[in-house]
């Protein structure tokens, strides 16, 4: 198949990773499993274009993207002809996807956009919020920052409607890509720390490679080098893991950059020259063009002139085949630098002039200057002076021009680095200054008007002063109220190991107590009826094996380690599975925890383990049940269970104990429900449900 192009060239402050939305990452042992299970006919259609359509996102897009093109044609195909319209508008996605990864933006955006219309004819939610998602990456490499954020935000509310994790992750990364190019690198940074956290549980190592890509570039756009380094070379080697040439080109380019800041031009161009074959290798005629100027911009400060004029030529007919005027311009720019050196000023004066035609496509103002500056020089070594000194005016125009934006730039870093501590500074100067003008304008104004001044400049300070006495007195209350809630938990902290304390020497002492005089008569049996001590070796035994139970029960209550949802509900299904094992009674378990795991304060774990040990125990011991169900349910904002039975009912049961009378009181502590539905021969049902607080 003829090679794919792409279209108009991404600005170099665009240069931030992207994540596309669509399938999981496999290993090879699960691509060779995709590839047997889409080549088997034996399998239902929907099983068969799943693993096709995996395959080819994680076998073949990122590394070989015609393969990729070729595969996904061949999957809309097939899914035409078997009526399949949920994979007619996946594999559409594909082909978007592929001309991704080719650089063609525009080109990739109508075939998003043709998935999105059968998404929404299929009634597919998950399809329409990952097509969103991915069009809004799309404009935001165009450039097109505030429709991005809208398709980003629909896209994100709709993931969270389907509670789909790695999706959410992905378009928090995305909309803090926008924020940062917008220039709001507080919100930029947050956003990145919560999607990479939500990665790194879901364990997406995908999706962590593009958010340590974008820290780089935060920290690239605040010239932090070194920061910046660190970030792109994790992201290089999970790109490199993972194999997604795409990706680990880009990181290389970004390393080559940093190092190239930091002096260090020999790991700068082998940085750019591994970038370079890998791009090349995938036909990303893009990043390419970029990696190449770079390149030759590096040989050319080295004085190997030579090497940097190849590469500029190369870049200038690739950019011209593909559409690139970014890449372009940089390219001629290049070239007229170059032939200046050699002594070719006429021919470096048509370079430069073709390069400021090419930069003002690309619509960069850093490109414009330096074509500009590249033609001036030009002019100056042809001894034509009117005409250098026009262009030269245009150039200082230009540079005003971008000292403004780097100063804007500047001040949102400086923003980004001290915003809390600096406010009340810069608002207090810009008052200042206010007042200054105001005073000059109205020098010669009568003295009651000076008057007036003096006044509100004294009621101004006067809300000041209370201003900040208000924000001392507010600090001081939230300070004692973080002291006061410290003090709780340390206070519930006591508590609950003065509760494992009494626990521990009541139940283990009444257990050592029982072993102690079963010793003793196995003493006196011995010498009087050996026969008998079978019997009291059993009694024995299942004394000790309680008290390692309530032992493991104890240490597993104090284990700060076990203090979560996920380990509460694994510590039950145990107990629930050996418990009916042992009783021999028909049963059902279902315990089950449901979204990111989180913390549970021990004596809330604690009490509803033992409410759920009370209500089992109870039912096997007194049912008489032919069947048990348990379903212990867990979650980020509630714990739920129930205990069922279908045996004699509650008014078959012993009237003595305290066991009901706990668990009430035991639920009641924790703030839960507990509710006992039962009639005699129709069994008993024992519910509890605790609402947990938003951590």
């Known amino acids: 198949m003829p090679r794919l192009t792409a279209s108009t060239g991404l600005r170099s402050w665009i240069a931030g990773a992207l994540i596309l939305l669509g399938a999981p990452s496999f290993s090879q042992t699960g691509i060779d499993s995709l590839r047997t299970l889409a080549n088997d006919a034996a399998q239902p259609d929907s099983i068969r274009f799943r693993a096709y359509y995996d395959l080819v996102w994680d076998g073949f897009l990122f590394s070989d993207p015609d393969s990729a093109y070729a595969l996904g044609l061949q999957l809309q195909h097939d899914a035409r002809e078997r009526n399949n319209p949920v994979f007619v508008a996946r594999a559409s996605e594909l082909l978007a996807a592929v001309w991704y990864v080719r650089g063609d933006m525009r080109t990739a955006l109508l075939h998003y956009d043709t998935a999105l219309a059968l998404h929404r004819r299929n009634g597919d939610a998950e399809g329409q919020a990952d097509v969103i998602s991915n069009m809004g990456s799309m404009l935001s490499f165009l450039g097109d920052l505030d429709s991005a954020l809208t398709l980003y935000q629909e896209g994100l509310a709709l993931h969270e409607r389907l509670a789909d994790s790695a999706s959410i992750a992905n378009d928090l990364n995305a909309i803090g890509r926008v924020q940062m190019l917008r220039g709001d690198h507080g919100k930029a940074v947050d956003l990145y720390q919560q999607s990479l956290h939500i990665q790194e549980l879901l364990g997406n190592k995908r999706g962590i490679c593009t958010s340590l890509a974008n820290l780089g570039g935060l920290y690239l756009n605040q010239s932090d080098w070194n920061e910046a380094l660190g970030y792109y070379r994790r992201a290089a080697a999970m790109a490199e893991e993972l194999d997604d040439q795409h990706q680990l080109g880009t990181q290389l380019e970004e390393i080559g950059s940093c190092l190239e800041e930091l002096g260090d031009t020999t790991g700068s161009r082998q940085a750019y020259r591994r970038s370079e074959a890998i791009r090349l290798a995938i036909g990303d005629h893009h990043g390419l063009v970029n990696v190449r100027n770079r390149l030759a911009t590096l040989l050319l400060a080295q004085h190997r002139t030579s090497e940097a004029k190849a590469l500029f030529e190369q870049n200038v007919v690739m950019a011209r085949e593909e559409d690139l005027p970014y890449g372009l311009s940089n390219a001629l720019v290049g070239m007229s630098n170059v032939l200046l050196r050699t002594g070719e000023p006429a021919l470096a004066l048509a370079m430069a002039v073709a390069a400021d035609s090419a930069a003002a496509r690309a619509e960069e103002l850093n490109l414009q200057r330096d074509a500009a500056a590249a033609r001036y020089a030009a002019l100056k070594a042809l001894g034509r002076w009117q005409e250098a000194l026009t262009v030269h005016e245009r150039v200082v125009l230009l540079n005003d021009s971008i000292l403004r934006e780097e100063n804007q730039r500047e001040l949102l870093r400086s923003g980004f680095k001290y915003a809390y501590e600096r406010a009340a500074e810069t608002d207090s100067l810009r008052h200042v200054a206010e ?102 070796a059993a009694d024995m035994e299942r004394v000790s094996t309680e008290a390692n139970r309530s032992l493991g029960d104890i240490v597993w209550a104090v284990d700060p380690h076990h203090d979560s949802l996920a380990g509460l509900t694994e510590r039950v299904r145990a107990h629930c599975e050996r418990m009916l094992l042992w009783s021999h009674v028909a049963h059902t378990i279902d315990c089950r925890h449901e979204g990111p795991d989180t913390s549970l304060d021990p004596a809330t774990k604690r009490d509803i383990y033992l409410i759920l040990r009370e209500a089992l125990n109870n039912a096997i011991k007194y049912a008489k049940a032919e069947h048990i169900r348990v379903v212990f349910k867990t979650s980020a904002s509630f714990v739920q269970f129930e205990v069922c039975d279908d045996g004699i009912g509650m008014s078959g049961a012993p009237k003595s104990g305290h066991g009901l009378e706990n668990m009430r009181h035991r639920a009641e502590h924790i703030g839960g429900s507990l509710t006992i539905a039962s009639d005699a021969g129709s069994g008993t049902c024992i519910r509890f449900r605790v609402d947990l607080s938003p951590a």
Not at 479 to 491: F, G, I, N
Not at 518 to 534: F, I, V
């Open 435 to 536: 007042r200054t003008r105001t005073e000059a304008r109205h020098r010669e104004q009568r003295t009651w008007l000076l008057a007036l001044l003096v006044i509100a400049a004294v009621l101004g300070s006067a809300a000041w002063v209370r201003m900040r006495y208000t924000t001392r007195a507010k600090r001081a209350i939230e300070a004692a109220q973080e002291k006061l809630v410290v003090s709780e938990r340390a206070r519930e902290a006591a508590e609950v190991r003065t509760r494992i304390a009494r626990d521990v020497h009541d139940q283990l002492g009444s257990d050592l107590t029982k072993l102690a005089l079963l010793s003793s008569e196995a003493k006196a049996l011995a010498n009087e009826d050996p026969t008998a001590l079978s019997e009291l």
